[in-house]
């Protein structure tokens, strides 16, 4: 089911002062599709779910559910939550510890009043969904937080909606139950063919369970694209900051060099991958991927790409070591194989491929 969004705005007052929550925002979410709402705390992507849901209700715009207008301020159309046809799974499941896993998981067919061996198979066929057979007679006190998690999206199914929200539903997992549960419910909402919108501030979550990511902040949409878009190539330096680590480099261009951009930093020359209508002498932000830097047997004087300078620490991360190198005045980071022998104030010679490299109008913090 499709989902549309018109030019939502959404303030409220806290504190004495008026919060804009949300500013103009517009998208579209296709079925079947797994959307990822991400952005720091406080950047509106709770907000935006809850006017989805119905939960809150915006000052302007418009919210259209497949062909169904369920909000429009301008149209004085607000459609509540039970009748939008959503289902949702919260940051905290929302499971009630003195009824067992059936009777949470049918709560929402008794409260529409579905008949009583209706009940029993669609909550049969929602358990068996999330790999939970056998457990219906268990007391919801007695579940790991993983099995929690199974619980609160079984009961999102069990009303077989046309839509499910996720609210952060893995943050209260441990870092090893989340990676497995993240993969589970990739491969799981992939086989459904369903429309699921999926809030986080983890981007871990955001690039490995979604279709497609739409990066916020200040109550605005600054990106919208693929996983790998966002990432290799993003128009904004918030979201390549955001998204992942990046080494920042302010820079001015000198014109075009066979396929790519030439830049001149005050870390020597870089190659870039082209970028349209960019000029000589205007000012830009180049950004390379820690992991894109590699150590190099190279200390050729003013090649372009390569960066020589001083290791100021190594940090052991198990499958890598992330190095701090100062070239020149600015600090550089570099994800190198766990296998390197780097210590702390030797002299190393970066170097980057220019396809690895990419520009952003203006310049930005380095």
């Not at 079984?154 to 497995?180: G, H, Q, T, W, Y």
């Not at 701090?324 to 190198?336: K, P, T």
Request: glycine share 10%; with cysteine; aromatic share 6%.
């Amino acid at each position: 089911m499709e989902i549309y969004v018109r030019d939502l705005s959404k303030s409220y007052r806290s504190g004495g002062k008026q919060i804009q929550a949300l500013s103009g925002v517009s998208l579209e979410i296709q079925q079947p599709e797994i959307f990822t709402l991400l952005g720091p705390s406080g950047c509106g992507k709770t907000t935006l779910l809850r006017c989805l849901v119905g939960l809150e209700t915006p000052d302007t715009g418009e919210i259209s559910i497949g062909d169904r207008i369920v909000f429009s301020a301008q149209r004085g159309i607000l459609v509540q939550p039970e009748k939008r046809g959503l289902g949702m799974v919260f940051q905290s499941y929302a499971i009630w510890p003195h009824m067992t896993v059936q009777e949470n998981v049918a709560y929402p067919l008794k409260v529409r009043g579905e008949p009583r061996h209706k009940v029993r198979e669609k909550v049969a066929r929602a358990l068996s969904m999330v790999k939970l057979e056998g457990m219906e007679a268990r007391p919801a006190t007695q579940l790991s937080g993983g099995q929690q998690q199974r619980v609160a999206l079984a009961r999102a199914l069990v009303a077989e909606p046309r839509v499910i929200l996720f609210d952060e539903p893995l943050s209260n997992l441990d870092a090893k139950l989340r990676d497995e549960t993240r993969k589970e419910l990739r491969g799981f909402l992939a086989g459904l063919k369903i429309t699921a919108v999926y809030v986080t501030h983890d981007r871990m979550e955001a690039l490995s369970l979604s279709d497609r990511v739409a990066v916020m902040k200040d109550g605005s949409i600054l990106e919208t694209g693929s996983p790998e878009q966002v990432y290799f190539h993003p128009r904004n330096s918030f979201v390549a900051e955001f998204i992942g680590k990046a080494n920042m480099i302010q820079a001015r261009v000198l014109g075009e060099e066979g396929p790519y951009t030439l830049v001149h930093s005050q870390l020597g020359r870089i190659l870039c991958r082209r970028t349209s209508g960019l000029h000589a002498g205007e000012p830009v932000t180049v950004c390379i991927r820690p992991e894109f830097l590699r150590a190099s047997g190279s200390a050729q004087g003013d090649a372009a790409n390569l960066f020589r300078g001083k290791v100021l620490s190594v940090l052991f991360l198990g499958d890598s070591c992330e190095v701090e190198v100062q070239v020149a005045g600015q600090n550089l980071l570099s994800r190198l194989d766990a296998s390197s022998r780097l210590k702390e104030g030797e002299q190393v010679t970066l170097a980057v491929s220019p396809e690895q490299c990419f520009t952003l109008a203006g310049q930005v913090g380095g």
